[in-house]
């Protein structure tokens, strides 16, 4: 049974930095592409980043261009997002989520997804 578990979250003050972690287990992901989305109150679930498990292959939303980094770690089966220049637009719930062949930023076509991890931006 695939898992993915966020941690990392909490509240900042804007400028400030983050780093999201997602542990997956429960199959081998050599051939998944791992993202992250975030879902704000009131707001559509929008793609942050995603990446290749195999190749490391990055993709980002122009938000988080220049300010997040994706990154993992095979041994670990972990993927990372590395946030800093926070604002308070940041603010939002970060999932983790996996799919075979996903269209990269579309959420609906992930297959598995975490629970989510609060982050919180404050001016």
């Known amino acids: 049974q695939v898992q993915l578990v966020e941690s990392g979250g909490g509240l900042v003050q804007a400028g400030g930095s983050l780093r999201l972690s997602c542990a997956a287990s429960?199959?081998?992901?050599?051939?998944?592409?791992l993202g992250w989305f975030r879902q704000a109150p009131g707001k559509e679930r929008e793609f942050v980043a995603a990446i290749t498990w195999r190749g490391g292959s990055t993709y980002y939303a122009d938000s988080a261009k220049g300010r997040f980094t994706i990154s993992r770690d095979n041994a670990k089966n972990t993927v990372y997002l590395q946030m800093i220049s926070l604002k308070p637009e940041d603010t939002a719930v970060y999932y983790c989520?996996?799919?075979?062949?996903?269209?990269?930023?579309?959420?609906?076509?992930?297959?598995?997804w975490g629970q989510g991890t609060q982050v919180t931006v404050s001016s």
């Open positions: 429960g199959r081998t992901f050599s051939s998944y592409i």
């Open positions: 989520a996996a799919a075979q062949a996903p269209v990269v930023t579309r959420w609906s076509t992930y297959e598995y």
